[in-house]
């Protein structure tokens, strides 16, 4: 199986030859969805820019581009250019970006914070006591510096867009705002102008300077949330092992951080330790399990010059390798790679809202003016009043910040709450696309089955375990060097049998190992060694240990002098939860089938144990990725599952690729989404949270679309000729920095949901 490895070529290869590159960015200053907008066209308008994503409920850009004509210099440069900055200092790009992070909280709490304590007066003025005297000036006073001093970061970005011929929520809250005040002063300081006329100088005061602290509170909220999106995730990364021993030229040793490590480093490996990084034995030899990578569950013995593979675990030895692939390649780098890129990719509904939202702004502003029109053409006396109060609150209430939040936000609670139940999911669209999925394809070792050795059975010759053996038995194997010993030593040790100390001890290549306790030789192997030292079997003990080969384990023989004592089979053992999961999926209605490069005997053996009964043996890595198109050409939304780079093929092709968490980096690297446990209830549990997810978003999108089509009509008064009404700025404020926050606030309702 291992020798059939066959590995597609990455896309980050397929990069290097044609000169392209891609990063990702953090972006600082974006205020809502239309300014992910603008910095998208204003990224992808820069020459020798193939293509860029923005994300606004993670603030973060994606920028492939032609590394010979283009620098992240000029990137930034652009960016800066239409009001907003980008971070491309590679080395502290989080801690950049979180600090930014954290003090744009903290400023717009504080501009929070003041413009809601004027406001209140504002308010309260202008609804129960507008008749006390210098009731205007004194508003005027108080909602000046909440509008031009608390609010105005929405007047320098509305003026930056407009030099660029763009607009996007600042615009209209600073057209809103800026009209309502003007009109205002206007008449404070003239109010004869309207008194000559016959009617009441009305003042706004309040609308604007509630708008502004209303939007500036919904601005807050949105921030913590989405802060608290990606909590889960952060706590999980912070788990992961960060540092190696590195051996100095004079052969000490000491710990350093995996970032640290460079190509040629030699590390130490000590017994049970993960392998940090890809390189090739120096000195030292072992058994490392690499069932991650080959799919084989016995661990292979390593010696000088041998390969080892980031990801895979040393067994009892203690080597020196030198490293050969470090930095972005390893483990560690590449799941964190892989939740940054899932938190700012884009589910395809994504593109759809992103192409409303470019619109929406200026689609607004159109509306507003046409509604100002139609007050001035059909008004009555107050017709001027009523077009501008109108036109105003349609500015007001109209935000494409619910649209452009819906999304997204979705996205990244679902991102979190995978990670909180032990899935890495790579991007939006394997999250969004899992729902439909109606068959699923696992692979056997290391999937299904645990991926090592452990003992399924005992039979001894009596019947019983005599006293004294089994702790010569335990001596034996934990002086032995076959990666099957150690299956031994474990189950001996859970069942409580301690160690005696041997008077002699011998290993003998493909056989086993003999040993000398009180006089007396024991031996533990293969049917070859009790053959050699003339050991007989009995033909009820023969027949044991062929009844345990049928059911494809491996049996190893324990005998004292010339006397069997015992039959000892170990197996890679079916996972408790495999079953479980297995009927769960298939209860959906969704078809499951196992593929191996096992015997038949033993693939019918372990589907028999599942409940699959569709199922191939004896395959290369090459079938399985036609076996998964095979199924897409039958209409099938096919989920594969794996965890080798056996797998990689197979993964890539399928619509939905799921890898274990244990497997090797290269199935994580191709597969969309990672199972960070080896339970296997977790992939019904990721179709359901695909569900779920799906489900906010629709839900989301339904309530912002509906939000502006009631919205928008009312605030222009088309209730005025039926019931007099007409909507107030303020009440339009409100209304429309709640939109934002109801979006997120139901996105978050994910974080409590069962799976």
Request: charged share 20%; proline share 4%; net charge neutral.
């Amino acid at each position: 199986m291992s020798s059939a490895i066959a590995v597609q070529p990455s896309a980050a290869a397929g990069n290097k030859k044609t000169g392209l590159a891609r990063d990702t960015f953090p972006v600082l200053e974006m205020t809502c969805a239309a300014c992910a907008v603008s910095v998208e066209s204003i990224l992808k308008s820069v020459p020798g820019v193939q293509d860029a994503g923005v994300n606004f409920a993670n603030q973060s850009a994606w920028v492939q581009y032609d590394a010979q004509a283009v620098t992240p210099e000029m990137l930034q440069g652009s960016v800066r250019s239409i009001g907003y900055d980008l971070v491309i200092d590679k080395e502290n790009q989080d801690e950049v970006k979180e600090e930014a992070q954290r003090k744009h909280y903290e400023a717009v709490k504080q501009r929070t914070i003041w413009a809601s304590v004027l406001s209140l007066p504002v308010v309260v003025i202008g609804m129960f006591f507008m008749n006390m005297p210098y009731a205007n000036w004194i508003m005027m006073v108080l909602a000046t510096p909440v509008v031009f001093f608390f609010g105005r970061s929405f007047f320098v970005n509305a003026f930056k867009q407009a030099r660029h011929g763009k607009a996007n929520m600042d615009t209209l809250v600073a057209l809103s705002t800026g009209i309502a005040w003007i009109f205002s002063a206007f008449n404070t300081i003239y109010p004869q102008f309207w008194h000559a006329r016959g009617l009441h100088a009305h003042v706004y005061f309040e609308a604007a300077a509630v708008v502004i602290a209303f939007i500036s509170l919904g601005k807050l909220l949105e921030e913590k949330a989405k802060s608290n999106t990606s909590s889960a995730i952060r706590k999980l990364m912070g788990l992961q092992p960060k540092t190696v021993l590195l051996v100095d030229a004079d052969g000490h040793t000491r710990e350093v951080p995996v970032a640290a490590v460079k190509v040629n480093d030699h590390l130490l490996v000590k017994p049970g330790e993960k392998i940090p990084v890809d390189g090739a034995v120096a000195s030292g030899n072992s058994y490392v399990d690499e069932s991650m990578i080959t799919g084989e569950p016995v661990p292979v013995a390593k010696k000088s010059g041998d390969a080892v593979f980031a990801g895979t675990i040393n067994q009892k030895g203690s080597f020196t390798f030198r490293a050969e692939k470090v930095g972005a390649d390893t483990l560690l780098a590449q799941i964190i790679k892989m939740v940054q890129e899932a938190q700012g990719s884009k589910a395809p509904v994504q593109k759809l809202v992103d192409k409303i939202a470019g619109i929406f702004v200026p689609v607004v502003i159109g509306i507003a003016i046409l509604t100002f029109a139609a007050w001035m053409l059909l008004g009555d006396e107050h017709a001027f009043t009523h077009a501008l109060l109108t036109s105003v609150t349609v500015l007001v209430i109209a935000c494409p910040c619910a649209l452009g939040l819906a999304t997204p936000t979705a996205i990244m609670v679902g991102v979190g709450k995978g990670a909180e139940n032990n899935m890495l999911i790579k991007d939006a669209e394997s999250l969004e696309q899992a729902h439909k999925v109606n068959a699923v394809i696992l692979d056997k070792t290391g999937t299904i089955t645990e991926g090592k050795p452990v003992v399924t059975d005992v039979a001894w010759t009596d019947g019983a375990a005599p006293a004294l053996p089994p702790a010569v038995l335990y001596a034996l194997e934990q002086q032995s060097e076959h990666p099957l010993a150690e299956a031994v030593v474990t189950h001996l040790k859970e069942t409580g049998v301690k160690p005696v100390k041997l008077a002699g001890f011998d290993s003998i290549t493909g056989q086993g190992v003999k040993g000398r306790y009180e006089g007396q030789d024991y031996y533990v192997g293969n049917k070859k060694l009790m053959d050699e030292n003339r050991i007989a079997i009995s033909p009820q003990m023969a027949w044991q240990a062929g009844s345990l080969q049928e059911e494809a384990k491996t049996v190893i023989y324990f005998a004292a002098g010339s006397q069997l004592l015992a039959v000892i089979a170990i197996a890679d053992k079916i996972k408790a939860s495999s079953a479980e999961a297995i009927a769960a999926l298939r209860k959906r209605g969704i078809e499951v089938y196992m593929l191996t490069g096992d015997n038949q005997h033993t693939a019918a053996a372990v589907a028999g144990k599942v409940g699959i009964t569709s199922y191939r043996a004896e395959v290369l890595p090459a079938y399985k990725a036609e076996f998964v198109k095979e199924l897409q050409q039958a209409g099938k939304v096919v989920a594969m599952v794996g965890d080798g780079i056996n797998d990689s093929q197979a993964l890539a092709q399928a619509d939905v690729s799921i890898a274990m968490g244990k497997g090797s980096d290269i199935a994580m690297d191709v597969a969309k989404i990672t199972l960070i446990t080896s339970d296997l209830n977790s992939i019904p549990k990721a179709l359901l949270l695909s569900r779920k997810t799906v489900s906010t978003i629709k839900q989301n999108l339904f309530w912002a679309f509906i939000y502006n089509l009631i919205g928008i009509p009312v605030a222009a008064g088309v209730l005025y000729p039926i019931n007099g009404f007409l909507l107030d700025p303020m009440i339009a404020g409100a209304a429309m920095a709640l939109s934002s926050v109801s979006v997120v606030s139901n996105s978050l309702r994910l974080k409590a949901a069962a799976l």
